[in-house]
């Protein structure tokens, strides 16, 4: 499927893609996808959504990450980045939004010991308010310590590389 790639002029995303099945653009009969892509690309420029000097793109799907699938979201697509001839994840940027993920995980996992160790307290137990302690710490610790660099330089690497005990979800 043809699809349009142009650098993104609105924050947060580096690139913006569009294809024919998600134009605003009525596909008129006989109207290949290039025809299509090509008149969205003149419509987004007439209502400012593309600058006249951001260059535009038409090319099949397979020129983006392949982990890409447009009925739903793409965990990296703020780190994709238009090269040479296709989208490609920015690995450095890649691990910044995978280490955030880590720490909404994280962080709720704190305040869930939170209450843990709340109850301690009231109990009185000072060996579970010292084992929630040691958890707690380590908890912080993941973004120090968990190496999301060594042996990670696909997107499908980095996504498979968790910190052992924290949930997924």
Known sequence: ?????????????????????????????????????????????????????????IVEDTAIPHDHNCN???????????????ARVNMAKARVIHMDNIRVIRNRELAAKDI???RAVEDGNTDAQATIKAEKQSLRDIPQTFDITTGVDTPEKLKAKWPDGLPTE
């Open 1 to 57: 499927m043809k699809i349009f790639v142009t650098p993104n002029q609105d924050s947060p995303y580096n690139l913006m893609i569009s294809h024919p099945a998600y134009s605003d653009i009525t596909r008129n009969s006989g109207e290949t996808d290039d025809q299509v892509l090509t008149r969205t690309i003149s419509r987004f420029r007439e209502v400012n959504k593309i600058g006249d000097d951001v260059e535009s793109h």
């Open 72 to 86: 739903t979201s793409c965990e990296f697509f703020d780190a994709w980045e238009w090269r040479d001839s296709g």
């Open 116 to 118: 843990t160790f709340m």
